[in-house]
């Protein structure tokens, strides 16, 4: 790299950590606003709120913004430099637009990487305790509402539960079936099945249980009390509230396989999650990219006028993340595409703007 590029590079990287910096302040000051009914309702000190939620709140935040606030960074920094008429001197030296891009593509690189690193690690394990938090003391009591419940345990096991008390960790009308090669090998129904939290099983209380040889002779027993080692416990029937945000790549990708064997129906939304931790460094790079477009053009009315289109278009970005990601949620488009297509609609954009920019 030559001096040059470590001009930018540095002012590049100040820029983003300063408008980082900025931003998490202004966040913090609306969110403690929006929340402090809640912190003073539970009687919670400044102190106790600052190491249990906002400790890990803020670098959540500031992750999560990640790609908008590089793309502000970029803006700035390079509408700036076309203002002082720094790029113009550039260009007529014969430095192209793209060897121009090339220290921003660098400070962009180690962004994502650090993005990528925090996402798929380090966050998640301070979101276990950001999310705790807020269930804890803002968010309403949780109790589980679901009926007619079935759950696939293994490749031959099944469940179905009628309901289930999630405080008391009971479930009504219990059924546990095996079935081998579409063929019923046994069925085992009750009706009430709880947790034993002492010796970690379930405990069946009534059960009546059908059974079939290898010649198809049904076999009949019955029993009060029974306990039975299950795949599922309390856990599945907890509050699931933000709990993707929660699991590192590691305990992500194993979820995804549980899920999947289970036949979940939410399962979309823990993939969607693990696929957008490998976008965002692309998306670092892509947005990083399109800001030095976007900016190095000397405009009369100064930076602010590049700054202004640099807002709009992350509030366009904004829309197609949380959009996509919507879309996913509910089955509309695959969680892969959804990942995606806010980084494919903004390489289009951005080679659109550099057919068009002057070099």
Sequence with gaps: MKKLDLYILKKFLVTYFFVVLMLMLVITVIDITEKMEDFMKNNLSAWFVLVEYYFAFIPYMANLL???????????????????????????SGMSLIRIMFPFLIGSMIIGAMVFYMAGWLIPHGNKQRVDFEKKYIKSA?????????????????????????????GYQFTLETIIDNQLVNKMKAGRIHWNDSIKKWHVEEYFIRSFDNNGVEHVSTGRDKDTVLTITPKDFADTYMLFETYDMGELNRQIEILEARGAENVDTYIVEKYQRYTYPFSVIILTLIGVIAASRKSREGAGLPIAFGFLLA?????????????????????????????MVFVCIGLVMYRYVPK
């Design 142 to 170: 949780f109790f589980y509402s679901g009926k007619n419940v079935h759950i696939k345990t293994s490749p031959t096991t099944y469940v179905y539960l009628e309901s289930y008390n999630s405080e008391l960790n009971i």
């Design 315 to 343: 509030f366009v970005y904004i829309i197609f993340m949380i959009t996509s990601r919507s879309l996913a949620n509910v089955g509309g488009i695959g969680p892969l595409l959804a990942s995606w297509i806010p980084n």
């Design 66 to 92: 990640s790609p908008i606030t590089i793309f502000i960074a970029t803006i700035f920094v390079a509408a700036n430099l076309a203002a002082r008429t720094e790029i113009i001197a550039m260009l007529s």
